[in-house]
């Protein structure tokens, strides 16, 4: 009876524990392994920092990310232990992370005090929260039939998402499967994303706003230069404008192409006497993004490397078919020169967790390149390849090279194209990249046409909101100079052609449509002077929810496939004025970051449990919850217990 009631006690204990009807929803999400972990982002509010606290702030910044990074390890790979302990999670990740953070915090603003005003209200963003990461296991691979949601635009208006539609499976009909990765029941190769949800079908998507009328004194010229598309492999897990002398500042992967000595520890000397991969050699600009993966489970030279498999960056680098960098003009006047080693970064690294002020993601297909989609992957046609543009700020502050947020010294045009009081406008980059990937399966979880996505913070889940690019002004003088005169002179030029004009017979780069996450206004290159441009924006369409079946489905437009192919100025800070709400939870950009930051930062990281491991969902294994989802034990159990009921009743009636 003792033993057939045990049995019965554990089986039924195990299965609540295993996630059935009862418990704490909060703590169900921990246990699927559905949370990520959401830190205020310090970097974005220190909007004036000293120069001469520059080089230990940006360490101490860099020792927040690592935090985050090692926690979220924790998260995912503390399955049992949040199973067995509802506290766990507090006690055991988020308070230690919040003391660490606390104490880092602590000594940056200890660095500006010792040569500026201490910034008030550092200890409120100390305290990161779970949050549900919307990795549902065991939907995400249900048809992908979560909608998208609105974003905000990149002047905290709100944005109609492009990104609306269901995510229905394209070319797998393995469609009664649940599928999912080797990797993980979270999606994805190591367990964190992507899921069915991060795709929609492109064809769903409707055309975007037309763009605003340009004035006669436009600057409409066009400067395209050729820097190919990373074929020699040049990649790396730093960033040198976030994160500088730090290893593995980013947690993720670039690609490079131009400037070929970018890496955490290049000096402005480094950049200027550097190899460069661009055609014209007066271009020693360095262009950088993260990589975009297939989640086929191929090992990568990085799989068991930080910033990569180790971080949950998994599966084949794919190396771009084509990479187009094009500088164009503003509807609103003439150009004038970048500053010589100027940064720029657009997007928002950390866009999941941070909210979308600052993101600027924009994925599409050729042949549908007037939709675009904010925080979806697309899924193409095919003979339709994925594209991926970047349109970084066009306008500057007049005086600095980089700022402490490294955002508030450029900034986007508003939507009539005019650049905020006391800014300049530039040339604008607009990056294109184009992938020959086909639309995953995503009705067996990517197992007949691989998921792919790019690579990320490992908190942030390959969101593709989270897509950035990263630009450093190398240009030599007189080939910048000559860009400007093209540009306002309304040519249109290549850099390293004869006489600088593009040829005739090369193909002319088509920008997407203006972001409406950015409201920056998007000159068309193919335009010539004298051109008639009076057609007012449209308001912006609704976008379907409903996608079509994709064995009927026929797009509108063709889709076709791509042929394949200033002194250095000083570093000050804006004006030291902190921002008002820097106590409060931010909610935009974020840094990118390492473990090896020093030893003022890694101080308090020593102890614990901090050790980093792969964030793959860890199988529960040799105890009752092995067994939760078995009515056996309690089946043999029941019989034990009758059985023993009915001997002792036996036994009674003998002894009478």
Known sequence: MLGGGGLVVGNVYASATEGGTGGDAAQQTQYSGAATIDCPDVGDQLAAVPDEARPEVDRELAALDQQTVEAYQRLQNSTQEMRQDSGFADSAIMNPLKEKRTATLERIAIAIDRVGDRPEGLETLAACTLRDSGNQPGEEWQGGEGQDQNGDSQDGQDGQDQGDGQGDDQGSDQGGEEGQQDGGGNGGQAGNGPVADDFADITTVQPAAQTPSRQSDASRGTFTTSCGVNA???????NVIVAPGVSNGAHHFHDYVGNQSNNAFASDEDLAAAQTTCVDQGD??????????LQNGTQEQDANSPGGGIEGNAGEIVTPKQVTMTFVGSPRGEVVAMPRLLRIITGDAKAFVNGTT??????????????????????????????????????????????????????FADAAGNCPTGFRAIPQLVQRIVYDVDAPSLRDGGRTTPLFAVDAFPEQLH??????????????????REMVDCINAGRRCEAGSPNGEDPENSPSPTPDPPSEETDEPTPDPTDTPGDDETAEPSPTPSVSTQAPD??????????????????????????????????????????????????????????????????????????????????WPAAVGAVLLIAGFLMLRRTRKASR
């Not at 020693?284 to 993966?293: A, D, H, I, M, N």
């Not at 600052?358 to 007037?370: L, R, V, Y």
């Not at 026929?554 to 008002?580: G, H, I, M, V």
Request: glycine fraction near 6%; aromatic fraction near 8%; charge should be negative.
């Open 550 to 631: 994709p064995a009927s489905a026929t797009p509108t437009p063709t889709p076709t496939k791509e042929p394949t192919e200033a002194e250095p100025k000083a570093y000050t800070s804006p004006p030291a004025t902190q921002r008002a709400e820097s106590a409060a939870s931010p909610t935009d950009d974020g840094s990118d970051a390492d473990s090896e930051v020093g030893s003022a930062a890694t101080a308090d990281e020593s102890s614990g449990d901090d050790s980093v491991a792969q964030p793959a969902p860890q199988a529960v294994t040799g105890d009752l919850a092995d067994t939760g989802t078995q009515l």
């Open 232 to 238: 020699n492999g040049l990649f790396n897990s730093d």
């Open 284 to 293: 020693k600009s360095s262009y950088f993004w993260p990589v975009l993966r």
């Open 358 to 411: 600052n993101a600027n993601a924009s994925w599409s297909c050729t042949g549908f390149e007037d939709r675009q989609l904010k925080d979806k992957y697309p899924l193409c046609p095919s003979g339709s390849d994925v594209v991926r543009t970047f349109r970084f700020q066009s306008c500057w502050d007049g005086t600095n090279i980089d700022s402490a947020n490294h955002r508030t010294h450029v900034a």
């Open 463 to 480: 969101k593709p909101v989270t897509d950035h690019g990263d630009f450093i002004n190398v240009f030599d003088e007189n080939l910048m």
